[in-house]
């Protein structure tokens, strides 16, 4: 910073600039609280259909979040703003005090150009002569200097904090500019010491950087700063060369068991890194896809995607760049494959060759192992990939319909259907689940619209069409083959989520209605699902042979049940809404929809638990348990159907009130049985699995009921229970009639 410019600095521009942002963050708080509880509030509780419960609502959402992002981003630039004013002025008060410190000391400062003299008085002269000229001149250029660094990181911080997105705003908070400065700053040490030669590396810089990362995984600053200096070759350089025990004998044997956290750290800030919208970000992306079916080096074997899907384990990537790398690691599978005429050796592990995944769940020599893991984490690419085709009508390949013709494959039909895994070991050298398992988060995170493994809220969009398809092409490849999911039974627990989620499709799917008429007794906002009862009934009766997957679907059907009670009573309920005016017959067809769907499952838990009767049995009572926990808070989303459920008069379907104490209290009931029978002794015998599974519907079902007249105050409908009851057992015993006749196939002597 010049000399001239700081000492006669006038900053009422700057003090003007942090005034405005200070007013402007008044007025963006307010705008942030109306869209919150107003616009975003309102569409919640709004009774969407159609296109709207999707697109519109989705929209409406994002828009009320930019508004908070807006606060956020307004808030950072006047704080550095405000900081830099500060500093800036500071500064200019210590260059000043040190001018007329000269001056009473017979010392002159004039400015020169840019810079500045000191010039010593002859008579009098400066108390120490030359030795006081200098120690002023070296004090003059110190103040300069934290000036100059002041004014460029503040410049800087702006710059990059402004960059990051080139639509809408980033949601980094920095308090003041040292805090942007030194995520800045610490990215660049950092990448440094990544874009040493593995060989050179030592404990303590392998020690800074996991820290570092850890650190600053989240800072967007950081995160697009880190990966712009490192790069993308560099990156697959530098964790290739990083999980070599031949690269570095002095941290790998130190080190090895902290590798797996520099993995997740790397990854979190790489995720974090992909969402920045800058020129150098997108220039990243485009260069790593491009790598991924390239060596590392020239003296590797090693490619491009077998590195970097083992750092898109953790953390959310951007949707585009996901899609893009997705696609082309499909063509490179199909080059590997011959078009999946077998498998792609080229992912099998080999001998010595590095553990490029350090969770113990694999090697990482499979790049569809974390890269299926990137998707679970991120439903909007994940829905776009596996409704992508993979193998055209046209293409070169031997996969074929019953009538010899050659049909097109999707990459759901050849990842779930076709492909010949390679064979992967986990750390205790038994076989890996790893990749199927992370297959099946990746399609629950595609067919549900949130991250798996997590739970539907009130900001979920209801399914869209795509969605929608998947879900049915799921439910109809496992009707298909069973196999598909009772070979890897660990997939279930992902399977049963999704069913969990889809009830109001699947209720609607049993019902055979042809005319759609009971469209209205399982109301649905988006997209619908359309299946056969067939194969919802083999899928259900094959998810209900796992106890993880039972339970997601057992629950979540009381709740829903509890929730369509609530919503066919309630008085309020508008005429054109109505499934029938007679009350009897609506209780009855909701009862005897549930009880089919539990009814199916009873069967097949009854499949699952023949021969161990006891003990498989306890386990099938406690992961229904468990659920008491994992849907603390979430009752009121509508456990498991997520917002599939259509609002109801009151403003949302299970928004609380009438239809969360009633859900909450069936469900309630639920897990006490549970909870009571995992701790039984003495387990029931074979011929009481059904009767058990009737009795318990039966009771839940005519409870709900009881429960939505008792909160609707609906003294005309004393009898609900009683009907409730009567469709239930009926809905119960048909299940069996539909398992017998639709999967006799899939059973056995029981």
């Known amino acids: 910073m010049d000399f001239e410019a700081l000492h006669s600095a006038n900053f009422k521009l700057l003090d003007d600039v942090v005034d405005d942002w200070t007013k402007m963050l008044g007025k963006l708080a307010d705008l942030k609280t109306d869209a919150k509880d107003g616009l975003h509030g309102k569409a919640i509780k709004a009774n969407w259909a159609g296109v709207n419960a999707t697109v519109s609502r989705e929209f409406i959402g994002k828009t009320a979040g930019e508004f908070g992002d807006a606060h956020t981003q307004a808030e950072s630039i006047r704080n550095i703003l405000r900081d830099t004013q500060g500093e800036l002025k500071t500064q200019q008060r210590l260059l000043k005090e040190a001018v007329e410190r000269g001056r009473n000391n017979h010392m002159s400062v004039r400015p020169t150009g840019s810079g500045f003299t000191v010039t010593p008085n002859p008579d009098p002269a400066p108390a120490n002569g030359q030795k006081d000229v200098d120690a002023l001149r070296d004090e003059l250029e110190g103040i300069l200097r934290t000036a100059t660094e002041i004014d460029s990181t503040a410049s800087t911080s702006l710059k990059a904090l402004v960059d990051l997105t080139d639509y809408g705003f980033s949601g980094q908070k920095y308090a003041d500019r040292d805090a942007a400065a030194n995520a800045i ?18 404990v303590k810089e392998f020690d800074a950087l996991n820290a570092g990362l850890k650190k600053y995984s989240g800072d967007e600053l950081f995160a697009e700063r880190f990966a712009e200096q490192l790069g993308p070759k560099g990156t697959l350089e530098f964790w290739a060369g990083i999980t070599d025990p031949n690269k570095n004998r002095d941290v790998y044997p130190a080190r090895r068991e902290e590798l797996a956290d520099l993995q997740k750290n790397l990854s979190l ?3 974090t890194a992909t969402q920045a919208d800058t020129p150098e970000m997108q220039r990243w992306k485009w260069e790593m896809t491009d790598l991924g079916s390239q060596p590392v080096n020239k003296n590797s074997t090693t490619q491009g995607f077998q590195v970097m899907s083992n750092l898109m384990r953790w953390g959310n990537f951007d949707d585009q760049f996901l899609k893009s790398y997705g696609t082309e690691l499909m063509e490179t599978e199909k080059a590997a494959t011959s078009n999946g005429r077998h498998g792609a050796t080229v992912w099998t592990h080999m001998g010595m060759a590095p553990n490029l995944n350090r969770t113990g769940e694999d090697s990482g020599s499979d790049p569809m192992i974390g890269y299926l893991k990137a998707l679970s984490n991120s439903p909007d690419a994940a829905t776009d990939f596996f409704n992508d085709p993979f193998l055209s009508k046209d293409e070169d390949h031997d996969f074929k319909t019953d009538k010899g013709a050659k049909e097109s494959l999707s990459n759901f039909d050849y990842l779930f259907e076709e492909r010949d895994w390679p064979p992967e070991m986990d750390e205790n050298r038994d076989n890996s689940i790893s990749g199927r398992n992370n297959l099946a988060l990746a399609l629950e995170a595609a067919t549900t619209g949130h991250p798996a493994g997590e739970m539907p809220t009130a900001d979920t969009p209801p399914h869209n069409a795509d969605q929608a398809k998947l879900m049915k092409n799921i439910v109809e490849s496992i009707s298909e083959d069973n196999e598909r999911l009772t070979k890897y039974g660990f997939m279930s627990d992902s399977m049963g989520q999704i069913a969990s989620e889809y009830l109001p499709d699947i209720n609607r799917a049993m019902t055979d209605d042809v005319d759609k008429d009971t469209d209205r007794l399982f109301p649905l906002a988006g997209a619908q699902a359309e299946m056969e009862h067939r194969d919802v009934t083999r899928f259900l009766f094959t998810v209900g042979q796992n106890e993880e997957g039972y339970a997601a679907v057992e629950v979540s059907q009381q709740a829903y049940m509890a929730n369509l009670m609530d919503y066919h009573l309630n008085p309020d309920l508008p005429e054109d809404l109505r499934y029938s005016k007679d009350p009897q017959f609506v209780v009855e067809q909701v009862a005897h929809g549930s009880g089919e769907v539990s009814g199916t499952l009873a069967q097949a838990r009854a499949e699952a638990v023949a021969g161990e009767a006891e003990e498989k049995d306890k386990a099938y009572e406690h992961s229904v348990a468990q659920w008491k926990n994992g849907i603390s808070g979430v009752v009121g989303t509508g456990v498991g159907v997520g917002t599939s459920f259509i609002a109801s008069p009151a403003g949302g379907a299970a928004a609380g009130g009438a239809a969360g104490t009633v859900t909450s209290t069936v469900l309630e009931e639920l897990f006490k049985d549970a909870e009571g029978k995992a701790k039984d002794e003495a387990g029931p015998v074979m011929g009481e699995y059904w009767e058990s599974g009737l009795q318990k ?23 609900a229970g009683e009907w409730a009851r009567t469709g239930a057992q009926s809905g119960f015993r048909a299940s069996e009639a539909s398992v017998n006749s639709m999967a006799p196939d899939l059973k056995t002597d029981i």
């Open 269 to 271: 800030t790489l995720a």
């Open 697 to 719: 519907n039966t009771k839940y079902t005519e409870m709900a009921a009881e429960l939505a007249v008792a909160a609707h105050t609906r003294d005309d409908l004393a009898d």
């Open 185 to 202: 700053k610490e990215a660049e040490n950092l990448a440094r010491i990544a874009k040493k030669n593995p060989e050179d590396l030592t």
